[in-house]
Every structure is written in structure tokens, then in C-alpha cells.
């Protein structure tokens, strides 16, 4: 009876987990292309940003048609209507990992105590969004949560890594542009965690129905 | 929120066509002042529920009603006058249907068998019916032609005016847009919206949409049990029930 509508929503939930991928897959290239210094590979990663800008598009545009033909109501609509806000996040996830390729295109050496910390931050982030989409897509809740306790581990190797770049200014054992780097790359991933915890909260949110900012609120 | 009055207090209502049972264990409070849809799929009882509320049922061989039914604290089914109560509850059908007399006599059709004589008075009433349906502007010059003559959406809404004629305190409307076109609807629809500011409005509407649009609450009925009632917007984005998601979302029906 719905069947073009569960096949719309299905195609819906296929574009996000391509999406998640697609941002994966720069953050993944964005490490290789720092730790080995490759910067025609995290050009690739710059260009390649494009397509998670035209992934973001195609989402949209089927959710705003999915919301004038089948007029969703319930967890249809809450699930479209987490899509349309999720997408959001996910495009600035890859817009932060195009940001850090570009510092790598500079030909940027990082000290390889800050490495080991930012190799951690790339790890948890890159899951963190994997599993987010995962939640959306199986609506598990205990994904969800998961990925909300992941953020806190990602804020704490931000505060190791700041403590990292004091330790290594005060000892003279690094240059100046090398610990600007090493600190404005561990933004850049704590960034790409709290936006994973966005997508996690409208995730929380089209299985249950309440978001956390909202419920905050009143 | 301050909960409004209660104005019509449903209990263990059961209703049975002959050996059919058509309404199973119904109970529920209706507001005041805010519009209440019925919804569900046909033959789940809706219609019949809002056929009971004026007693409508009361024509149909072979009908049997248990449970109460109290308006403002009284039993409609106990020792009261059926022509008082019809009076304070006014009903629009599906179908508009215009009685084949004028646009005025339809109005004061009503006003007339309750007593009303005087043409200031009958005058008085049929605009402020006229006015209060959205309709005045459209048939003022033409109070004495025939009701036949108007378009569907207008017929409707002379229906709705008719009802309102005797000041009834609530209006039943089973599935009134069903039969117009959506310009028509939207006008009703606006209409309602106005109608809450001073009239109990309850509505049987397949259109699911339109319960979302105009209703405050809405209760969801199959096979003759009433699933979930809720406020309206928690129905549509939050439904309690499985049952309630898979009909509202198209799963069945």
C-alpha cells in the first residue's frame, strides 16, 4: 500500500549511509596524507569535498519531496525531518577535514607526540559518525549513546593535546608553526566530534521523538 | 495547560446494530471550545459515535445503546427532550443538504419550529447564521431565491449556518469537505477554526491531514474500539500506539 513510499525511504536511508562513508573515507585519507605527508593525496581529499557538497544536495531535495508527496507523519516524518538536520552536520564534518587537508597541502610536519594524540582524535571521530548513521538507520538507541560518550573521549584528547602543545612550546623541543598546527588540527577533529553528536541527537530523536535541546528548553 | 470543561462525558459506551456490534467500551471527556476529530478507517465506528451524541441513532431499527452519555452533567439517553437536545447539538452531514426553500427559510427553519415568529427578530438571526458560516457576503442579495441554486461549497456552509441558527453549543460534522472541492474545504476549514472561539466542534474526517490542520484533539477508532486519544499534534508525531503509527502512516486501512 506504501510500497513506493518505504521504497523512497529506504533509498533515503542508502544516501546517508553513502554520505557517512564519503566522510569516512576523507577523514581517513586526511590522516594518510598527514602522518605521511602526502599532499597530492590530501588535495584529493579538498576536491573530493565536492561530493559530500552534492550528496548533502541530493538528500535534501528527496526529503523535501518525500515531505510534499507523502505528507510523513510520525516516525516517517521524524525520520525525514532528522535526515534534512543531520545532513547539516555531516557536510561540515567534511568541510573540517578538507580544512585539515589544506594545512597537510602547506607541507605541515606534525611533532609525533601531538601525531599519536590526532591518529586517536581521527579514530573516534571517524567511528563516531559511522556509528551515528548506523543508529539512524537500525534505530538503536544504544548506539546512540555510545557515540555521546564517545564525544567526552574526543573533548579529553583535545585537552591532552593542548597540555601536549604547552609541554613541547616550554621545552623548545618543537617550532612554533608545528604546534599551531598540531592545535588547530585537534580543533578541527574536537569540532568534527561535536558535530557527530549532533547527528547522534537527531538520531535520538527520530527513535524517540524528544531532542535533547528541545526538552532542555521547556 | 489548564485543562478546559468537559463538556460531554462519554462511559462504557457499547452500541449494537442488531446482533452487530458497532461501538465496544467507549469512554472519553470532550472539551469545550476545541475541535475534536474522530478518525479511522470505515466501518471502525466513528460515524457511529457521533451519531450518538445527538442521539441520531435513535431513528435505526434495531439499534441498541448501553453506557452514558452526559452533556454539561446531563444524560442524553435518560429522561430528556430529544428536540432540546438537537437543539443544542446541531449536526452537518457529508452531502450539504439544503432544504428546497430559500436561502432565508432554510435558516429560519429552525429558529421558526422553536417558537420564533417576529421578522425583526427571524431577520436578526438568519444574518448573524449567515455571517457566522462565512457566508453572509455571498448570498445577502439573494436571501430569496432558492438554496438549490448555490454551489456545493455554499450549500455546505448554509448547512452550517442552518445548525447554527438555534445557538447550538456543539456542532457535529461528519466528513463535511468530503464532497467539495479544496477551495470549498479550505474555507470550511477556516471556518471552524472561528467556530471554536464559541462552539464545541466534533468531526468524523478520513482526511487525515485536515485532522492534523484543524483539530486540537483527535481520537483514532477500529473495529468499534477507540485505540488512542490525544492531543492532536502527539497523535501525528508521537502516537502512542503501533496501531495508531500503522493506520495514520498508510501501514493499513
Not at chain 1, 6 to 15: A, G, I, V, Y
Amino acid at each position: 500500500m506504501r510500497l513506493m513510499f518505504d521504497r523512497q525511504l529506504d533509498e533515503l536511508k542508502n544516501m546517508l549511509i553513502e554520505m557517512g562513508a564519503l566522510i569516512e573515507e576523507a577523514i581517513k585519507k586526511t590522516m594518510q596524507s598527514l602522518k605521511n605527508g602526502d599532499i597530492v593525496l590530501a588535495k584529493s581529499v579538498i576536491t573530493g569535498d565536492n561530493d559530500i557538497d552534492d550528496k548533502e544536495m541530493d538528500i535534501e531535495k528527496l526529503a523535501l519531496k518525500l515531505l510534499l508527496q507523502q505528507h510523513p507523519v510520525a516516525s516517517d516524518l521524524r525520520q525525514i525531518s532528522a535526515a534534512l538536520k543531520m545532513v547539516t552536520d555531516m557536510e561540515r564534518i567534511g568541510d573540517q577535514a578538507a580544512d585539515i587537508a589544506e594545512i597537510t597541502t602547506y607541507g605541515c610536519v606534525l611533532p609525533p607526540t601531538g601525531l599519536d594524540f590526532i591518529t586517536q582524535m581521527a579514530e573516534e571521530t571517524s567511528l563516531m559518525v559511522t556509528r551515528s548513521i548506523d543508529a539512524f538507520v537500525k534505530k538503536d538507541l544504544a548506539l546512540v549513546k555510545k557515540v555521546k560518550v564517545m564525544d567526552d573521549t574526543v573533548d579529553n584528547l583535545f585537552m591532552q593535546v593542548r597540555s601536549e602543545a604547552i609541554r613541547l612550546l616550554s621545552s623548545s623541543q618543537a617550532d612554533g608553526e608545528q604546534i599551531i598546527d598540531l592545535l588547530m588540527i585537534a580543533k578541527y577533529f574536537e569540532r568534527i566530534g561535536d558535530h557527530a553528536e549532533n547527528i547522534a541527537e537527531w538520531v535520538d530523536y527520530s527513535i524517540t521523538g524528544i531532542h535533547k535541546s528541545h526538552s532542555s528548553k521547556e | 495547560m489548564i485543562k478546559s470543561k468537559t463538556i460531554y462525558k462519554l462511559q462504557d459506551i457499547n452500541l449494537w446494530y442488531h446482533d452487530f456490534q458497532a461501538l465496544k467500551n467507549v469512554s472519553m471527556d470532550i472539551e469545550e471550545k476545541k475541535i475534536t476529530a474522530f478518525i479511522g478507517p470505515s466501518g471502525c465506528g466513528k460515524s457511529t459515535l457521533i451519531k450518538t451524541l445527538n442521539r441520531m441513532n435513535d431513528l435505526i431499527e434495531g439499534c441498541k445503546v448501553t453506557g452514558t452519555i452526559q452533556l454539561d452533567g446531563i444524560d442524553i439517553y435518560g429522561d430528556i427532550d430529544v428536540n432540546l437536545l438537537r437543539k443544542k447539538v446541531g449536526m452537518v452531514f457529508q452531502k450539504p443538504n439544503p432544504f428546497p426553500m430559500s436561502v432565508y427559510d432554510n435558516i429560519a427553519f429552525g429558529p421558526r419550529t422553536h417558537g420564533i415568529k417576529r421578522r425583526i427578530e427571524l431577520d436578526e438571526i438568519v444574518e448573524k447564521a449567515l455571517r457566522g458560516a462565512a457566508i453572509w457576503e455571498e448570498v445577502k442579495d439573494r436571501l430569496h431565491k432558492s438554496a438549490l441554486g448555490l454551489s456545493g461549497g455554499q450549500q455546505q456552509r448554509l448547512c452550517i449556518a442552518r445548525a447554527l441558527a438555534v445557538s447550538p453549543d456543539v456542532l457535529l460534522m461528519d466528513e463535511p469537505t468530503s464532497a467539495l472541492d479544496p477551495i470549498s474545504t479550505g474555507k470550511i476549514e477556516d471556518l471552524m477554526s472561528e467556530l471554536k472561539e464559541e462552539y464545541t466542534v466534533i468531526i468524523v474526517t478520513h482526511n487525515m491531514q485536515q485532522a492534523t490542520r484543524i483539530s486540537d484533539k483527535t481520537a483514532f477508532f477500529l473495529l468499534g474500539e477507540m485505540i488512542e486519544f490525544g492531543d492532536t499534534e502527539q497523535i501525528f508525531s508521537m502516537p502512542k500506539e503501533k496501531t495508531t503509527e500503522n493506520y495514520i502512516s498508510g501501514r493499513f486501512g
